[in-house]
């Protein structure tokens, strides 16, 4: 297996299965001191800088609350306008990259351009994490999605994921790419100008993923182990930020989540959001025994301290 000291995490493309069982089991190690609400030191003498030039909650915090946990130390900027980065002058990643990668350790971008990490990493002299880039990748959600998985089930392997929501998103991307390391079917429920490129699923099918369309979560809520869930009222994810329109549309019944819903399900499903969510999944699914994105939400945190002490080479 490939060392994670010093590597980035751009795309779950290339990850390997042993590589995510080798996060995963990280990540139960580090995880006491998670649920424990303490500090360690080990990675007291490292900082992680955060370049965010997009709006982020839990991605940007997990990752800062993670660094403190281990002890570490955290800088950066959460909002490109508020810098030099992002006013009139416009700076390349290129000219940002070389200036950030002498005030910390690791780097952990978020960026509206698709494939703006990976040219962070062509220039950072560290290891860059790739936080969500555009439609492109969020391999560090869908590695906390995949540990939530586990933990709660016991096993990815034989497990239908039924992927609602936009499979334009960065999720819905490694997701696809990350289940070709399983023996997992991934079911996909998009309304028809969120569906999957023909170009995905030429890649789905090069990867090895088992993948297939329904029209409606009615006819495959009875086979689903993990209900894997997107808005389909979605910003544009090429854009900064997008602030909330007065008017916007509404979930159509097809991709909604509800308490009604469920009632089909198996017993031992659970259901997964990244969140923030609108009305495609209501807070009355909150009081089921399947839901799990609280769970998940904390695990967030677990993942990103397991993939900090691994990159920064304090954990083998």
């Keep these: 297996m490939r060392s994670f000291a010093g590597r980035d995490i751009l795309s779950l493309k ?20 998670a649920r424990e609400r303490r500090n360690t030191d080990l990675l007291a003498a490292k900082t992680m800088v955060t370049a965010f030039y997009q709006p982020s909650t839990r991605t940007r915090l997990a990752h800062e609350a993670a660094m403190h946990r281990l002890g570490g130390h955290v800088t950066g900027f959460s909002d490109a306008k508020m810098t030099r980065a992002g006013d009139f ?16 350790d690791v780097l952990v971008m978020r960026h509206f351009q698709q494939g703006a ?53 960065r999720t819905m991307h490694s997701i696809g790419y990350a289940l070709s390391q399983f023996d997992a079917e991934m079911v996909i429920l998009a309304p028809e100008d969120m569906s999957p490129t023909a170009e995905f ?6 990867k090895g ?8 979560i009615n006819d ?39 308490k009604e819903v469920m009632k089909k399900a198996k017993g031992d499903s659970i259901v997964l959001h990244s969140l923030p969510r609108m009305d495609e999944l209501l807070p009355e699914v909150d009081q089921l025994k399947h839901a799990r994105y609280w769970q998940e939400a ?19």
């Excluded at 677990?302 to 954990?315: D, F, N, P």
């Design 209 to 216: 993923t088992s993948w297939r369309i329904v029209e409606h």
């Design 220 to 258: 495959v809520i009875e086979d689903a182990d993990v209900i894997y869930m997107e808005p389909v009222v979605q910003p544009d994810y090429t854009q900064s930020r997008q602030e909330k329109q007065d008017e916007y549309g509404f979930t159509p019944e097809n991709y909604r989540i509800t």
């Design 201 to 206: 699923l030429a890649e789905l099918d090069e």
């Design 298 to 316: 904390y695990n967030g945190v677990v993942m990103r301290m397991a993939l900090l002490a691994l990159i920064l080479g304090t954990t083998e």
């Design 14 to 33: 290339d990850f390997e299965r042993n590589e995510f069982f080798h996060v995963f089991e990280i990540a139960d190690q580090l995880e006491p001191i």
């Design 89 to 104: 002058y416009q700076e390349s990643i290129k000219d940002t990259v070389h200036m950030l990668e002498y005030y910390g």
């Design 117 to 169: 990490p990976h040219e962070a990493a062509r220039w950072a002299s560290i290891p860059v994490i790739n936080a969500g880039d555009g439609w492109g990748e969020h391999p560090t959600q869908v590695l906390t999605d995949l540990y939530t998985v586990q933990k709660e089930t016991g096993s990815v392997d034989g497990k239908t994921f039924v992927c609602i929501g936009d499979h334009r998103m």
